[in-house]
């Protein structure tokens, strides 16, 4: 036990410091095969969060593809996804972040712009190498920014011209080009569905010229949510939640059949347009992702045998699943191993480290590996958690209960995953106990488990952290006075309720949170706007639930500390939320404190402001919570503090 070990639990001194946290968070974001390069997407904090385009296809160290002023990343959905492609020519087609148009890169080349300086978005980029042309999902802002018309269109490369393949749905994704480049397969769906409610397959004929000249819908699906259409020849795949989980479906000569009925998800919820979670390798192999019991696997599936062999790969997470049909290429974690870019030999199923990410800037030792743990919410509901407990070996034992940090992701449609996460590192070394919960809504457990939330938001995940907390509790793993609750976007939501309408915590931070519905049902995106018809109801028919479920209505049962942080060009949640509730926080006279960044957006992606957001929340939890402080932190103006 060190000399400072009489420092709680909470204020222990820690080798991971937010500074060296954003140092080494560059992480690989994305791989895709270019006419047989290996091109990565790199997100960068420390270049403003751009994405990065890098070869690591060669011997030598990776080669940055595009310069600073250009960024990889769409807009479409507002959370973006997949938006590059390219040629067998070695083109590669992307979409630029600060103007939305499509760019062409040539080896060695400057970007150029192939689509019109118009307020378009492109998305799910698919090259068609028989016509020379693009298809992509086509988001119009031209006419409304709050309602903009969705579409699949075809592009001339040389030409940019624009060609109009299907329209009528409120959302299109997930476009894959038969190899014969005769059929298009895609999704769609309408309001008030999300991509994990209801979604319809598409078949698009395509005409010489590349024209849809029919465009067939997949018939009795059961409002089933069908995801990531794959072909083989003639044999289309996708992922269909049918039978209540997500299982792996095959559409030949006009029949579909489940082709592995398993009670787990082979996929997950597709917040970013494009996500992939398995990968047909030839005409009897895919390889497959799932979750089972809150953990991520994969393996190898037969179509002659119908077995599926599963991979003994030391990964939790699996994403940015492709193949060139002799290895498997995919960016895999888990709770000890940052993200790292792999090679898997599909004949072999050795595994080669392509990239991986800077060093875990922490001993082992210091690490703490998550404990699953479940615990009853409801009469015949239980709910699956993860528990990170303390870890600091310069505090060997014998202190008291640790204060708590509930964690409420966002989506709510998401999940807690067995990642290596640094920022909660950040807060376990420091002695603080943390639990990311898998409340009622989450992914990963099936449709019925998502459903849950069905007109429950900010019910039943309120009650589903609560509990996790009152379950850490009495088993003295938690400090009932130092019991916090975090959460950002729709977990800020959760967040800002478990403190209003609960007296489990002691304090909380929102992350961009929602704190009005109303608001939000009224000034959101596309995306999103009808997502509270099935988390809350429709609106305004149902507006007294709204008011009775927004946590700014309920100051007067609010007694507890609050800091908020903000990104002021916010289009998810606009920072009026926070600053509403704020103002009336402080009017009240409670501790509260607000912090805003200029040029973030929906979850913060410049280093600077990564670590100045985990800083200021270390400062205000010792603060409230009476801890002795981190004294190379900078002090913070905290309201209605007394002594602050």
Not at 74 to 81: D, F, I, K, P, Q
Not at 445 to 457: A, I, K, M, P, T
């Amino acid at each position: 036990m060190s000399k400072s070990a009489n420092r709680p639990p909470g204020a222990w001194n820690s080798p991971l410091t937010a500074e060296l946290l954003t140092a080494t968070s560059r992480i690989p974001s994305g791989i895709f095969i270019c006419a047989g390069r290996k091109i990565m997407i790199e997100s960068r904090p420390d270049e403003n969060g751009r994405n990065a385009l890098v070869d690591i296809s060669r011997s030598q160290q990776p080669v940055d593809l595009l310069s600073l002023q250009f960024n990889a990343r769409t807009r479409v959905h507002e959370y973006g996804g997949a938006c590059i492609t390219s040629d067998n020519h070695g083109n590669i087609f992307f979409t630029n972040f600060s103007d939305q148009r499509i760019y062409r890169l040539s080896d060695g080349g400057v970007p150029s712009p192939i689509t019109p300086a118009e307020p378009l978005r492109f998305a799910c980029l698919e090259f068609d190498h028989l016509r020379n042309n693009l298809f992509a999902v086509m988001e119009d802002h031209r006419t409304s920014s709050l309602e903009p018309a969705n579409s699949i269109v075809r592009i001339d490369v040389k030409s940019g011209q624009i060609q109009t393949i299907c329209e009528g749905h409120d959302f299109f994704a997930s476009i894959r080009l038969s190899s014969d480049g005769k059929k298009l397969a895609a999704t769609c769906w309408d309001h008030p569905d999300m991509p994990w409610d209801h979604t319809k397959l598409l078949i698009i004929d395509l005409a010489p010229n590349g024209n849809a000249y029919q465009t067939r819908v997949l018939p009795g699906r059961n409002s089933a949510s069908i995801m990531q259409p794959e072909w083989m020849g003639e044999k289309l795949f996708f992922l269909s939640d049918e039978n209540g989980f997500w299982n792996l479906y095959c559409l030949e000569n006009g029949s579909t059949r489940c082709l592995l009925e398993k009670p787990a998800d082979f996929g997950k919820p597709m917040w970013s347009i494009g996500t992939t979670s398995y990968a047909v390798i030839d005409a009897d192999r895919i390889f497959l992702t799932w979750c089972e019991k809150a953990e991520w696997h994969a393996g190898i599936y037969s179509l002659s045998s119908g077995s599926l062999s599963r991979l003994e790969l030391p990964y939790n997470n699996f994403a940015s699943i492709t193949t060139d049909q002799s290895n498997i290429y995919f960016i895999g974690s888990s709770f000890i191993i940052l993200p790292e870019i792999v090679k898997l030999d599909i004949n072999s199923c050795k595994t080669e480290i392509l990239f991986a990410s800077p060093p875990v800037p922490i001993a082992p030792e210091f690490i703490s590996i998550p404990r699953s743990i479940e615990y009853q919410a409801a009469p015949n509901e239980m709910v699956q958690a993860f528990y990170y407990p303390p870890c600091n070996p310069n505090y060997a034992g014998g202190f008291d209960a640790p204060p708590l940090l509930v964690v409420s992701h966002g989506g709510p449609t998401a999940a807690a995953r067995l990642v290596l996460d640094l920022s909660t590192q950040f807060w376990t070394t420091r002695g603080f106990a943390v639990v990311d919960v898998n409340y009622s809504g989450s992914s990963g457990f099936g449709r019925e488990y998502r459903q849950r939330l069905n007109h429950n938001w900010g019910i039943k995940d309120v009650r589903d952290c609560q509990k996790a907390a009152e379950h850490l509790i009495s088993q003295k793993l938690a400090d009932p006075s130092r019991t916090a609750i975090r959460g950002g976007s729709a977990g800020g939501f959760t967040t800002l309720c478990g403190l209003v309408f609960t007296d489990t915590f002691k304090a909380g931070a929102s992350h961009f949170g929602l704190s009005d519905l109303e608001i939000l049902a009224r000034e959101t995106h596309k995306f999103e706007s009808r997502y509270m018809d099935r988390l809350i109801g429709d609106y305004p028919k149902y507006a007294d639930t709204y008011r009775e479920r927004s946590p700014i209505n309920h100051l007067e049962k609010l007694s507890c500390p609050v800091i908020f942080f903000q990104g002021l060009d916010d289009k998810v949640v606009p920072p009026n939320q926070a600053e509403l509730m704020y103002n009336a926080i402080c009017q009240k006279g409670l501790p509260a404190a607000y912090v805003a960044y200029e040029g973030e957006g929906h979850g913060f992606r410049k280093a600077e402001n990564i670590k100045h957001s985990l800083e200021s929340e270390l400062y205000f939890f010792q603060k409230v919570f009476s801890l002795p402080l981190e004294a190379q932190i900078a002090p913070m103006n905290i309201a209605n503090l007394t002594g602050d």
